[in-house]
T-cell receptor, first 113, second 120 residues
Framework: TQLLEQSPQFLSIQEGENLTVYCNSSSVFSSLQWYRQEPGEGPVLLVTVVTGGEVKKLKRLTFQFGDARKDSSLHITAAQPGDTGLYLC?????????????FGRGTQLTVWP | DVKVTQSSRYLVKRTGEKVFLECVQDMDHENMFWYRQDPGLGLRLIYF???????EKGDIPEGYSVSREKKERFSLILESASTNQTSMYLCASSFSVLIGFGGTPKNIQYFGAGTRLSVL
């Protein structure tokens, strides 16, 4: 069941540009996480957002959880080649069994020098 | 540092073979998960386990089974490998973190590096 829809699926930009990745659902989530995966490795957690309307910053990355807790966004300012990777959102669905995460399909970001 | 170790990075098997993928975590996590990852399809949950000897089906359990005899080890078994099981397999573990009284579970998952399985 694809509870989380991520967009865009692919993003190819030049160094220095800004970008936003979206993660949307019609369901309410208790919390939402963003992971980044590099080739040949498993996903690594970037951030968790828990409260509706919450904004978290991690250097050039800004994460937002929607007021209704149905959506989230990741904004990268002045992207760098080192930001290249697969970005995944994942949520704890309010009605789910404790412990399970629901993942979006991911956004493949490529930043060219 | 949390460590989730998958026994093989690359595996090549023949159709019909029985395949074991092993995963070990060192953080005393109760929860362990097996996913497969395919281009355009994201991470799909195969099976997960909340405790020793307990297992729950995920979204795509057909053709797979699992074993959790010890808390730190979760094995994925392909009883008779088929070519459509060629994929990247990811293991993850987590504990449930509650924030305060009646808090919200965060369920941070820690992943292994993955096993790329090719079935010929």
């Amino acid at each position: 069941t694809q509870l989380l829809e991520q967009s865009p699926q692919f993003l190819s930009i030049q160094e220095g540009e800004n970008l936003t990745v979206y993660c949307n659902s019609s369901s309410v989530f208790s919390s939402l996480q963003w992971y980044r995966q590099e080739p040949g490795e498993g996903p690594v957690l970037l951030v968790t957002v828990v409260t509706g309307g919450e904004v978290k910053k991690l250097k050039r990355l800004t994460f937002q959880f929607g007021d209704a807790r149905k959506d989230s966004s990741l904004h990268i300012t002045a992207a760098q080649p080192g930001d290249t990777g697969l970005y995944l959102c994942a949520g704890v669905y309010r009605g789910s069994t404790l412990g399970r995460l629901y993942f979006g399909r991911g956004t493949q970001l490529t930043v060219w020098p | 540092d949390v460590k989730v170790t998958q026994s093989s990075r690359y595996l090549v098997k023949r159709t019909g073979e029985k395949v074991f993928l092993e995963c070990v975590q060192d953080m005393d996590h109760e929860n362990m998960f097996w996913y497969r990852q395919d281009p355009g399809l994201g991470l799909r949950l195969i099976y997960f386990s909340y405790d020793v000897k307990m297992k729950e089906k995920g979204d795509i359990p057909e053709g797979y089974s699992v074993s959790r005899e010890k808390k730190e080890r979760f094995s994925l078994i392909l009883e008779s490998a088929s070519t459509n099981q060629t994929s990247m397999y990811l293991c993850a573990s987590s504990f449930s973190v509650l924030i305060g009284f009646g808090g919200t579970p965060k369920n941070i998952q820690y992943f292994g590096a993955g096993t790329r399985l090719s079935v010929l």
